[in-house]
C-alpha cells in the first residue's frame, strides 16, 4: 500500500490572505507544516501542491518536494486531485497547509483505519477532537462534525451540531480537523462530480462526499494544535511555538 501526504497550499487564503508565509518561529508556516510532515516518517512522499510561485520558490529553497497547480481550484481537494491524477498511489493524506502541528500519532490512526478496512467499506478518515468552549462551538470558523455510533460522519456545519434544543441532554461537540486521508479512488470522484447546494452554502468540501454517499471514518484525537485562520489564530501559534 503506497501512503503519500498531499499539503494543498492556497497564498490568498479569504480570511487570513499570506497566511502560509507568515512567520513562525522563524520560518514560514507552509514550511513548518512541510517539515512537520516529514518528520513524521509515515509516507512514501510528502508534497507540497499550489497555485502561488511564492510558495513553490519557498519550498523548492529548502529541496522540499512541490508541485504547481495546472488550473484554479475551489478547494484543496480538488488541487490535490487534479496532482494525484496519474500518480501510483493508494491512499493520500490531505495535511492542511495551516497546521504546522501536525504529529505522529494522529496521522498513524488515520492510516491505520485503511490498514484495518479490508473490505474497503471506507472512503475517507478524518479526525475530530471533543470541544467544550461555547464560544468556539458557536465559531463559524470551527467546522463541527456529529457522527454515527461507529463514528461515521453524519455531516459537518459551521453552525452549533447539534442543536442544543433540549440542555438537559449531554450532548458532545466535535470540532473537525482539516487533516484527512482518502482513497484515491474516492478523492478522483470528488474532484470529477460538481459542486451541490450543501457543500456550496457551507463552504465545507467534506460535505460533497457525504452529498455523493461517500462514507466517512471519523478518528478522536485529544491533539487540538491550531489551525491559523485569521491573525489571532497566528499569534496563539507563535505563543504554542515557543
Request: proline share 5%; with cysteine.
Amino acid at each position: 500500500m503506497k501512503i503519500i501526504a498531499m499539503i494543498p497550499a492556497r497564498y490568498s487564503a479569504s480570511r487570513f490572505p499570506g497566511k502560509l508565509m507568515q512567520d513562525l518561529g522563524g520560518k514560514p508556516v507552509i514550511t513548518r507544516t512541510y517539515e512537520a510532515t516529514l518528520a513524521t516518517n509515515l509516507f512514501d512522499e510528502v508534497i507540497v501542491v499550489t497555485d502561488s510561485e511564492i510558495i513553490f520558490e519557498e519550498i523548492a529553497s529548502i529541496n522540499g518536494k512541490v508541485m504547481m497547480s495546472k488550473k484554479p481550484h475551489e478547494c484543496g481537494s480538488d488541487r490535490i486531485a487534479e496532482a494525484v491524477e496519474f500518480m501510483d498511489v493508494d491512499i493520500v493524506v490531505n495535511v492542511q497547509g495551516d497546521e504546522p502541528f501536525t504529529e505522529v500519532d494522529s496521522l498513524k490512526e488515520l492510516i491505520e483505519v485503511f490498514k484495518k478496512d479490508t473490505k474497503k467499506e471506507v472512503d475517507l478518515a478524518s479526525l475530530m477532537v471533543h470541544i467544550q468552549d461555547w464560544k468556539e462551538i458557536e465559531n463559524p470558523n470551527t467546522v463541527k462534525v456529529i457522527v454515527d455510533q461507529n463514528n461515521f460522519a453524519l455531516y459537518f456545519s459551521r453552525s452549533p451540531i447539534p442543536f442544543p434544543r433540549d440542555k438537559e441532554v449531554a450532548a458532545k461537540y466535535y470540532k473537525h480537523k482539516g487533516v484527512y486521508a482518502f482513497r484515491k479512488e474516492a478523492l478522483l470522484d470528488f474532484y470529477h462530480l460538481p459542486m451541490l447546494t450543501l457543500e456550496a452554502s457551507e463552504k465545507i468540501e467534506c460535505i460533497r462526499y457525504l452529498e455523493y454517499g461517500k462514507r466517512i471514518k471519523m478518528v478522536e484525537t485529544n491533539v487540538q494544535g491550531v489551525e491559523i485562520d485569521t491573525p489571532e489564530d497566528l499569534e496563539r501559534a507563535k505563543k504554542l511555538w515557543k
